[in-house]
């Protein structure tokens, strides 16, 4: 009998966003796979979880999933987690899903945190209708490209940024959907110094280009970036 892959989501920074029902599948598990194993022993030596880990990342998991599969297929239950957050969302885990669907292996995926959808609720913009585009084109152009390609579907856009790139790509989102549309970034999510940017874009873009200016360091984390083609309007702006 064909073992189970389990899609656990871990916190995106509050420990206690774990759920009751991914720590007992960690601990009953038969080994993990994981984005990190260096990142991931601190959440299982937390939870005073000990498995055996297996790398599983962007670089290797084309190799990995074969062995992975060989030991699902022989009955055994293995958890697949990321850094933080969902698998397969922005992170490693497409793959191995896919490969164990085609083999017959089932898959549950556990509900968790995300950071995708706790930005959208928190961000005031329209929620029902949003596009996650993961993390934008590197190039200016590419980039151009692929936000124009959203501009008459009114919907809620989404990706995913680093603070080294965060005042270039703002500034793309103003000259794109133009300076009054609204716009949010979200930062730290979860954790002690957790943030909402609000405004319009042209007001985001202020208050990002001022930081980076007085203090390098004022940009720090990973941010979600959210932005409305709508008319929809802050009754005010506020961060």
Not at 149 to 167: D, G, M, Q
Not at 198 to 216: K, L
Request: proline share 4%.
């Amino acid at each position: 009998m064909n073992g189970i892959l389990y899609v656990i989501p871990t916190p995106i920074g509050n420990l206690e966003d774990i759920t009751l029902r991914a720590l007992s599948v960690l601990a009953s598990c038969d080994f993990i796979a994981c984005e990190d194993t260096r990142q991931s022993l601190k959440l299982l030596s937390h939870f005073k979880i000990s498995k055996p880990l297996i790398s599983f990342y962007s670089y290797n998991e084309q190799r990995r999933v074969k062995a992975i599969i060989e030991k699902l297929s022989n009955g055994e239950k293995a958890a697949l987690i990321s850094d933080a957050g969902t698998p397969a969302i922005s992170d490693p885990g497409y793959v191995l899903v896919k490969a164990a669907i085609e083999n017959s292996i089932k898959v549950e995926v556990l509900p968790g945190a995300n950071a995708l959808t706790t930005a959208l609720v928190g961000s005031g913009l329209p929620t029902d209708g949003f596009i996650f585009c993961g993390f934008l084109k590197r190039k200016s152009g590419k980039m151009k490209k692929e936000l124009e390609a959203f501009l008459n579907l009114e919907k809620t856009v989404i990706f995913y940024e680093s603070p080294h790139r965060i005042l270039r790509t703002v500034e793309m989102c103003v000259n794109v959907f133009g300076k009054n549309a609204q716009m949010c970034l979200a930062r730290e999510l979860t954790k002690k110094f957790e943030e909402f940017i609000r405004g319009n874009a042209n007001e985001v873009f202020d208050i990002i280009s001022t930081r980076a200016r007085e203090n390098a360091k004022a940009t720090v984390g990973e941010f979600v970036v959210l932005i409305s083609p709508t008319k929809t309007k802050y009754p005010e702006r506020h961060t």
